[in-house]
């Protein structure tokens, strides 16, 4: 029997439907099918299915083309009723594989590692090798209420909501099921907001008081004003347990810091068992941001040691300084990444060398010019933290082509409900 997926928000609806048989997944959140020889990259489907795809981008000169599946002729046994129907076809991003099973959407994401890793870095590993972990909690969660970070904008009447998938259109929404709970009792969409406005919401797994800001400013909810007073609130204390000890930050409401409840403490546990015992050495912390590694990593270190932290943002680089100013033997350095490490291989400079390094870039990956920097400086082993498996395995080649070979990687899935996961490398020279 066939299955409507169409979602409310369906400004598409009289672009074209054609009937297709759905392949293999692809990064991106997609599955590959094909029509009339042409590759169309289909959203909200699942491999082996038959479904009535409505084409989205269907240009004739196009090489590939785009379309969302409507309904579904035949279901996978790994299809599920969606969790978020709002973000079905033609609706918002950010939760495109709400309607697959939880097992499923792991799967799905190592998949696309291992293809990743095969086509671009040339390396073929076994599935067990690339499988994608849960995140602590999530299975009993059902996979949501994983977010302790949100960014919504107003529509023209004021309503809280997401724009849709590739495109600038606003839709308001009722809920965010990915958020916590926390940010759900806010009620942010029970209001009214200025037309256009950001709205932003941070509550802190570690049950720190919720901020909301409002076009970048502190918004007070009990009042339903923007709170102008120069000591507003504006950052968060964040807390991540690792093993017996338990590490604070400081960080601004606006700035960079992991979207998932678990994932700080989950990244540090892999990291950290990724370097192995690094007491007494020079450990490189790139793209440090407010210091999520830096502090561990200073512990791990010892007196002996030395942890270099390497960030370009103003704002985390001031979070950063609070955070491990009482750790006397962390040099904390702002600046472009690739102009530090290019300027410490200088003969002048005071380090010239690194037992190990950290790299965490963003989602774009650190490329050529900053890994064969990071080479340069001979490192006996690299952790690579991403969030983009493309870029991963691009960099992953290029530290290949370097000297340094792929020892491990860890697939952790703390993007439920999204294409996206975070992976953690192992490299060695």
Request: aromatic share 4%.
């Amino acid at each position: 029997m066939a299955t409507e997926t169409t979602s409310p928000h369906d400004p598409a609806g009289d672009a074209p439907l054609v009937e297709l048989e759905i392949g293999p997944v692809a990064h991106g959140g997609h599955c590959v099918a094909r029509h009339d020889g042409r590759v169309v990259f289909v959203r909200h489907t699942l491999p082996g299915e038959r479904v009535r795809v409505r084409l989205t981008e269907a240009e004739e000169s196009a090489k590939f083309w785009r379309g969302d599946a409507v309904e579904v002729l035949e279901a996978s046994p790994d299809r599920v009723p969606s969790v978020w129907p709002q973000a079905g076809p033609g609706g918002v991003g950010g939760g495109e594989l709400s309607h697959v099973a939880l097992p499923a959407q792991r799967s799905w994401k190592s998949a696309v590692l291992a293809e990743q890793l095969r086509r671009l870095a040339r390396v073929d590993l076994p599935a067990e090798a690339v499988a994608v972990e849960a995140a602590p909690g999530d299975d009993a969660r059902g996979g949501l209420a994983w977010r302790t970070r949100i960014e919504l904008v107003a529509d023209a009447q004021g309503r809280a909501g997401m724009r849709a998938h590739r495109s600038h259109d606003v839709h308001a929404l009722s809920s965010m099921p990915l958020a916590s709970e926390a940010i759900a009792d806010l009620d942010l969409f029970g209001r009214r907001w200025r037309a256009g406005a950001r709205i932003e919401a941070v509550a802190p797994a570690g049950g720190d008081t919720p901020v909301v800001l409002l076009d970048g400013e502190p918004f007070d909810l009990s009042r339903g004003r923007v709170d102008a007073r120069p000591n507003a609130r504006a950052a968060v204390r964040e807390v991540v347990q690792h093993g017996d000890v338990r590490y604070d930050y400081r960080v601004a409401a606006s700035g960079f810091w992991q979207v998932h409840r678990e994932a700080p403490g989950t990244l540090v546990d892999a990291v950290l068992a990724g370097l192995g015992d690094v007491e007494g050495a020079t450990v490189l912390d790139l793209y440090a941001g407010a210091g999520l590694f830096t502090t561990p990593l200073a512990d791990a270190v010892g007196e002996t040691g030395e942890v270099v932290a390497v960030e370009g943002d103003e704002r985390a680089v001031r979070d950063a300084r609070r955070n491990v100013h009482d750790r006397q033997h962390v040099q904390l350095l702002g600046g472009d990444v690739l102009r530090v490490l290019q300027g410490r291989q200088d003969a002048d400079s005071d380090v010239v060398h690194a037992d190990a390094v950290v790299l965490d870039p963003p989602r774009t990956g650190a490329g050529r010019a900053v890994c064969e920097a990071v080479a340069a400086l001979r490192p006996t082993r690299v952790v690579y933290v991403a969030c983009d498996p493309a870029a991963l395995a691009r960099d992953v080649a290029y530290l290949a082509q370097a000297g340094y070979g792929l020892q491990q990687v860890r697939g952790l899935d703390l993007f439920p409900m999204t294409h996206h996961l975070e992976a953690v490398a192992v490299l060695t020279r």
